[in-house]
């Protein structure tokens, strides 16, 4: 097959998966919530009707008004503007450290898979080691020995997040190089690189964008609870995590403060979710 009927085989079945994806609701309606928290990460300045960080004291522990929507915390801080500034952290938490593990996790995986032998069991056993310590505690030791921090946060969730893609991208590699194109691609001459660049790597990245968008919803879930802890976003910088940590002192008197960071956990963990199965449906041949 050459060059050019490949590539146009391979635009073909992307249009095909699109399509597939844009059929899919849990894609449309994760895709829709992912978005709207996106445009309130970016749009932040814009969008929050007061400074975050700065206090009321006229108006400490308010309840929601036409002032302020979603009331006021402790500090007499708008709620509403918290929130929305702490999706900013939240995204970050969630796309930027899934993406540090894909990054260690993938390449490592496909060396496994791909050369088996000592490869695979020094990297399969530094993987499994890893996974057997919950992901949750791995994450809260590591931003515990980093410091407490945004950036170590992200850094510690994940480093805690690798060894899941090591594990999808060495299956995926190990059915991959026993198809009869590998074999063929050896026979021409390829050198190890460009078969994993070239053959391996494209039939290995849908199960792992899969994943990712998966883990991205843990990632949120961990950055929450490791600002709760004091261990992510320091004060007085808006998290959602550590806005719950300050609400459990007042749920009874001030319920909202838990409230409305606890529901936008929720919905983002949601929308990561439908979306990542939304991919799994569009990406997934069996499907």
Do not use: K
């Amino acid at each position: 097959m050459s060059t050019i009927e490949t590539a146009l085989r391979a635009h073909g079945q992307g249009r095909s998966e699109l399509r597939r994806l844009l059929h899919e609701p849990s894609a449309i309606i994760g895709g829709a919530i992912i978005l709207f928290f996106v445009v309130l990460a970016v749009f932040a300045s814009y969008l929050a009707p007061y400074d975050p960080n700065a206090p009321d004291w006229m108006a400490v522990r308010a309840a929601p008004s036409a002032a302020h929507w979603f009331g006021t915390d402790d500090l007499g801080r708008d709620v509403l503007s918290r929130v929305i500034f702490g999706t900013q952290a939240s995204l970050a938490a969630g796309m930027i450290s899934v993406t540090v593990a894909v990054f260690i996790g993938l390449p490592l995986g496909l060396v496994a898979g791909y050369f088996g032998g000592l490869a695979d069991m020094v990297i399969s056993r530094l993987a499994d080691a890893l996974l057997a310590c919950p992901f949750l505690v791995l994450a809260i030791a590591l931003a515990a020995f980093l410091g407490p921090s945004l950036e170590n946060a992200m850094v510690a969730i994940g480093i805690s997040a690798v060894p899941v893609f090591v594990r999808v991208a060495r299956a995926e590699t190990l059915v991959v190089r026993t198809e009869d194109y590998i074999a063929a691609a050896r026979s021409q001459g390829l050198g190890h690189l460009a078969i994993l660049a070239g053959q391996v790597l494209p039939n290995v990245l849908a199960p792992t964008i899969v994943q990712a968008t998966l883990t991205m919803a843990i990632a949120v879930l961990a950055e929450a609870s490791l600002a709760f802890l004091g261990l992510g976003q320091l004060p007085p910088a808006p998290s959602w995590g550590a806005m719950l940590d300050v609400a459990r002192q007042f749920l009874g008197e001030a319920p909202w403060m838990a409230f409305w960071p606890g529901l936008a956990i929720i919905a983002l963990v949601i929308g990561f979710n439908l979306i990542g199965d939304g991919l799994n449906s569009a990406l997934n041949p069996r499907h």
